[in-house]
Structures are given as C-alpha cells and as structure tokens.
C-alpha cells in the first residue's frame, strides 16, 4: 500500500465543510484511493479516518490531520467503525509499502516476515477497508446493489505492468519506453502493484515513486533512489506512526 504525506494543513484552522479539502488533497495524493490504490475520476471521497459519524470522533470532521481519499468501495466498507490508532496501520504514518505484498492473482497479504502486534495492525487495515476480500457489495446513491471486485483491477494491472517489465527487458537502455512506462502507471493507478512486477529494476522503481504524488514526501523512500526507509519517519508527528 503506498505510504503517502498530506503535509501540514494549507490553511489556517478547520475546513468547514470538511469537503473544501478535497482540492489539496488531490494536489498532494493525486486521483488515488489511499487504501486500494485505484485511480478514480469521480467519487473520489474526503476520507475522515476516524469517522465523522461517531460522537466520540465528530470533532475530527472538519480536521486536515483526519483527512485521506478514498473510493466508495473502502469508504462506505470502513464505514462507521471505530478505529483505534493503535491497533491499526495506516499509509499517512506508517511505511504500509513494507507491510504487504501483492500477488499476480489479485490478492493482498500481510508480508509473512511481519510478525506479532505489527503483523494484526497490518491486518487490521486490510480488515477495516475489505481489502481481504476480493467482492465487495455496495449500494449507490440510487438505493442499487452494485458489486465492485477490486482483485479484478489488481490482476488487470499486474498484467499490463508485467507486460512493460517484457518490453523494457527486450531493450532496457530506451529511456522513452521507461519514461511512457511510469505514465501509463500514473494513469492507471495501483501504485504498488507496478512496484511489485519492477523489482529489480531500480531506475523503474524510481521513476514510479516521483510520478505518483506525495509518494517521495512520505519520506519511506531514500531522498534520491528506490531504497526503503523503515520505519515511517512521520515527519508530521502523527499519533501512532512510524510503526513500520
């Protein structure tokens, strides 16, 4: 899961209403759900990570530190629920990028060398988003049932980035075909998923990590180069990160 930075707050007190902050948001995430990675042109949601709807956290609803993006389908599976910060990995103030691995069938597991309480917080994130299932139901905003498989867009995107690892093998000093690579990979969305079929190829790696936005401010990655920093180093100070 990419581990992102929102930064500091680009306004002086709270964003009332709380959807004001989508623009920088998307300045700073991109078009991307911060949980399942898609790219989503529309729908894409003000996230409140403890939620709005709770008395206990209501006071967080017009919060920048509370705030991600995410899709219908992680937003409405997240819901209600109450979230613990401390029982649960989250990609603002954790490095999740070392948290999981993503297969060619469409699966995300927690990485089998995590263990103990690190390995239930990353589990507990995957639980809380319904990112351990493959089918999701969901209701639109019309009262329909719709069934959204969010595997089927990781398998979809494993293949077409297992497709460009082929052809830049085929003929790896064409920095054009690298460059339109890391645009496609932009447009498409899944950030790790690319990461995962270009292991290996560092110069890819790179360029994957500076195209998707707030991905290098997270500072999980060295300052110039692919190398992972372990643990988050949770440059905002945010309660209970830099876990991983």
């Known amino acids: 899961m990419r581990p992102v930075r929102r930064g500091t707050s680009p306004q002086v007190g709270p964003f009332d ?12 995430l991109g078009l991307y759900c911060s949980y399942c990675e898609r790219r989503i042109q529309t729908n894409l949601a003000v996230e409140h990570i403890q939620p709005k709807g709770l008395p206990v956290t209501a006071h967080l609803d017009t919060e920048w530190t509370n705030f ?16 613990v910060l ?7 103030r954790d490095n999740t990028y070392l948290a999981y691995e993503y297969t ?12 103990g309480e690190i ?40 293949s077409m980035a297992l497709e460009q690892v082929e052809e830049i093998r085929a003929d790896p000093e064409n920095d054009a075909l690298r460059r339109s690579t890391a645009r496609m990979a932009f447009a498409d969305g899944l950030f790790s998923v690319w990461m995962t079929a270009f ?7 790179e360029r994957l990590i500076e195209i998707f936005p707030g991905t290098r401010d997270s500072g999980c990655f060295g300052d110039i180069g692919s190398e992972t920093v372990s643990p988050h180093p949770n440059p905002d100070a945010l309660p209970c990160g830099g876990r991983i």
Do not use: F, W
């Open 17 to 28: 209403p709380y959807q004001n902050a989508k623009e920088p948001l998307l300045g700073r």
């Open 68 to 83: 991600l993006l995410a899709c219908v389908n992680c937003n409405s599976t997240k819901g209600h629920k109450p979230v």
């Open 86 to 92: 401390d029982d649960v990995l989250l990609p603002d």
């Open 104 to 115: 060619i069938d469409g699966k995300i597991r927690v990485r089998d060398h995590l263990e």
């Open 119 to 158: 390995r239930d917080q990353a589990q507990s994130l995957l639980t809380l988003t319904g990112l351990d299932k493959n089918l999701y139901n969901v209701v639109d905003d019309n009262g329909r049932q719709i069934v959204v498989d969010r595997a089927s867009k990781r398998i979809e995107s494993m």
């Open 199 to 205: 292991e290996g190829d560092a110069d890819m790696q």
